[in-house]
């Protein structure tokens, strides 16, 4: 693991401060108050937050979060496992009624994906470095004021638990007052029988309910067979009841279907009388005479001709008009020229077409004249390469000529099209294009309007054509002169003579016409309140329907006694399936009793095996924690000696390190305590079993905190120690070294480290 950044947002005596840490050896060097140990214990709140025991909390506490805002929080962000973390913790403290509620947030975010990182419970310390609270202030962070806190049985409790059961186990103490607590919670629980007691009560309860269930379920099988008979019973008494009311409904489709018969004979002699009227009507009227229709037909016929004459005599004018307008817009030379190559659009593109290439062809022919100066320049100036320089510049030359003549082909080319147009300049070009367009739009629309005047002249002219003629046509069936149809006076002079015949034969139709309206009226009679669309339907209807089999009464009869009987079956029905729901909403599954008896006999076997092999796991417990100790201890024994023997100049060579982690140096008289050396020699030797520790209990290289260090030792064995630091930061690891003195910076002078001054 290795600390990138640290930002202090609201703690102690930093507000919106960051710090920036390298790889290596990092030296944060400041006086005193100047904020070392506030880092120090940011970075401890970061991962553990506030220690949480008696006034230690409240101490630290009140110490570090702002006096104004009483609130600490900060972020750390860290690689871990080659991946980078952003780490942030927001405590705030709120008083209520005098009392005080802290609140506080930690959140751990994967800087590259920014997924966030479940915990599962555990502090990010416990989660990342791998490490409990009591090992961290044992290991990784090294303060001068607590250095000799390591050699502590309580350590060596911790070192044994986190090697043996793993992060968040429990000591062997804790484990054997669990195992106790479980045998009682076996036999005794509060002064009854225990957990076996109460699965044995379980089971007999079980049993109970299971035999209560097998009835309930006989009684839903009755239930069940009783509601499928009810349910037949119903379905057979709807089929009948649907019969007699298809019986009811086939007489009512009877009658209905005779009032369609009386109605189609009252309109089969109202058809009768209407022929009778017609044909008297026929045989009493003239055959020389037109109907009063026929006249009324060719009086409007001689109007609609009149206003046709009228109707083509203006349409002539207008089409002489639009004529004239035609005649004035006519095609010069110009407009000519521009419609036979196309059109303004194409004359125009073609133009730009010409001009782009003239302008083409005087860009290419300047460049390769620039390119023949060039070559005559160079083999001027480079007398000995001019047999390469002169057939370069000619070739040059020769096609600038080239160019130069297509440029004043084109601009030829060019000259003709405006002399073909008779204009001197784009500028002309473009006004007379646009006049021309203007011109052919003006032109188009007033053949467009001629071409429908004449349209609409030749269709009045037709019109009064195909009047005319009719006209003839009529007045010659009618037995009169042709010529009546030139004159629309004497026209409807005719035609009035032969309407009055014509009313002194209408007399003659009234009484067979009285007779028609009467048979009429009749017809209308019988058709009123009948749809005569649904007569099929009706007619269809009835030819499935069986025939009655007893009168309208009996069936009435019939239907009202099946209507009960069916009443009487739903009723029994509804009632069986309201006890059904009852039974089913209180009644369990037996195979799911049986399944929990069975459960049930299967705990209290094994509680009872369980019982047995408390006992057995205490005693497994006890071996396996002196088994590793006694493995351990040698082993951090050895690597804490190899370092203190580098710290001491190899005066000391090999330390002893009991499973209660007492420590003891072995010289040359025997071993002999730690406590009868000085204060240096003590310093050194807890130091290197902090990183012999360290090494031993982390499977990642962790950041080390190391607070005054050196302060008891001199300047020989600070040497050592940082050269050892350096060589444990070359291996991958990092170290933030603090101190409030020079003599650090002085021994690092020409290393490669990071220095921060607070």
């Known amino acids: ?100 509620i802290p609140a506080e947030t930690v959140s751990v975010t994967a800087v590259e994906s920014g997924k966030h990182i479940d915990l599962g419970g555990r502090t990010p310390g416990e989660y990342f470095l791998s490490l409990p609270i009591d090992l961290y202030h044992s290991s990784v962070c090294v303060r001068q004021s607590e250095i000799a806190s390591v050699a502590d049985p309580e350590t060596g409790d911790t070192v044994a638990e986190l090697l043996f059961f793993g ?88 009658t209905e279907l005779a009032r369609f018969d009386a109605w189609r004979a009252a309109k089969n002699e109202a058809d009768r009388q209407y022929a009778s009227w ?10 020389a005479e037109p109907s009063a229709q026929a006249l009324a037909d060719a009086r409007e016929l001689v109007n609609r001709h009149a206003i046709a004459a009228r109707e083509r005599a203006l349409r002539e004018g207008e089409c002489t008009h639009r004529k004239q307008e035609v005649a004035r817009y006519g095609q010069d030379a110009t407009a000519r020229y521009i419609g036979a190559n196309g059109g303004a659009d194409a004359v125009g593109a073609r133009v730009a077409r010409v001009a782009r290439k003239s302008r083409i062809f005087a860009t290419v022919w300047v460049l390769f004249l620039a390119f023949a100066v060039c070559c005559a320049v ?7 390469h001019r047999m390469l320089f002169v057939p370069v510049g000619a070739l040059c030359l020769a096609v600038a000529l080239i160019f130069v003549l297509l440029r004043r082909k084109a601009k030829n080319r060019l000259r003709t099209i405006y002399l073909s147009m008779g204009v001197r300049s784009p500028s002309m070009l473009r006004t007379v294009l646009a006049r021309n ?138 009632l069986a399936e309201r006890e059904e729901i009852t039974l089913l909403a209180h009644a369990a599954d037996p195979a799911v009793l049986l399944a929990q008896k069975n459960e049930a006999s ?91 520790l360290t090494a031993l209990i982390t499977s990642e290289p962790l950041p080390l905190l190391l607070d005054e260090v050196a302060a008891r030792l001199d300047d020989t064995r600070t040497a050592q120690l940082l050269l050892l630091l350096r060589e444990l930061c070359a291996a991958g690891g990092q170290c933030l070294l603090f101190t409030c003195h020079d003599r650090e910076r002085a021994l690092l002078l020409g290393e490669k480290y990071a220095h921060i001054l607070l």
Not at 378 to 384: I, K
Not at 531 to 540: F, G, I, P, Q, V
Request: net charge neutral; with cysteine; glycine share 6%.
């Open 167 to 254: 992060e968040g186990g429990a000591r062997l103490e804790a484990a054997e007052k669990i195992l106790e607590q479980a045998r009682r919670t076996l036999l005794h629980t509060r002064g009854n029988g225990g957990k076996i007691a109460a699965l044995e009560e379980q089971v007999r309860t079980l049993d109970e309910a299971l035999e209560g269930a097998r009835t309930t379920a006989e009684r839903l099988r009755v239930l069940r067979n009783d509601i499928a008979r009810l349910t037949v019973q119903a379905q057979d008494k709807k089929r009948e009841l649907k019969k007699t009311e298809e019986m009811q409904r086939a007489i009512q489709l009877d």
């Open 1 to 100: 693991m290795r600390i990138i950044e640290l930002y202090a947002e609201e703690f102690g005596c930093f507000e919106d401060r960051r710090f920036s840490f390298d790889a290596g050896l990092n030296l944060i060097e400041g006086a005193n108050e100047s904020g070392k140990s506030t880092l120090q214990a940011l970075i401890r709140f970061l991962f553990y937050g506030f220690p949480r025991r008696g006034g230690e909390e409240g101490e630290e506490r009140y110490r570090r979060i702002s006096r104004k805002t009483h609130r600490a929080a900060g972020s750390i962000t860290f690689l871990w496992h080659g991946d980078a973390y952003l780490l942030y913790r927001d405590y705030v403290l709120h008083t209520s009624s005098g009392k005080e």
């Open 437 to 574: 367009e203007a011109d052919l739009a003006a032109r188009a629309a007033a053949e467009a309007a001629y071409a429908n005047a004449e349209g609409a002249y030749r269709a009045a002219l037709e019109r009064e054509q195909v009047l005319f003629d009719r006209l003839r046509s009529v007045f010659a069936a009618m037995g009169a002169s042709a010529d009546l149809a030139s004159c629309a006076a004497a026209a409807h002079e005719f035609l009035d003579a032969a309407l009055q015949r014509q009313a002194s034969v209408h007399n003659a139709h009234i009484e067979a016409r009285l007779r028609y309206e009467n048979a009429k009226s009749a017809a209308m009679a019988l058709e009123n309140g009948l749809d005569l669309t649904k007569e099929a339907a009706l007619r269809a209807l009835r030819a499935t329907l069986e025939t009655p089999d007893a009168d309208a009464a009996r069936l009435e009869q019939r239907r009202a006694f099946l209507q009960e009987t069916a009443r009487g079956i739903a009723d029994k029905l509804a």
């Open 278 to 287: 017609r044909s008297s009507e026929a045989g009493n009227a003239t055959e």
């Open 602 to 692: 299967d705990a209290l076997l094994a509680a009872r095996n369980r019982l047995s092999a408390i006992k057995m796991a205490s005693e497994a417990l006890r071996e396996a924690d002196a088994t590793l100790r006694s493995s351990v201890m040698p082993t951090l024994a050895e690597k804490a000696s190899l370092l203190f023997e580098r710290l001491t100049g190899g005066t000391w060579k090999r330390l002893h390190v009991s499973d209660r982690f007492d420590i003891s140096v072995e010289t040359p008289q025997g071993s002999v305590p730690l406590s009868h050396f000085s204060a240096g020699c003590r310093d050194a030797a807890h130091f290197s079993l902090r990183i012999a």
């Open 378 to 384: 160079g083999g001027f100036l480079l007398w000995e």
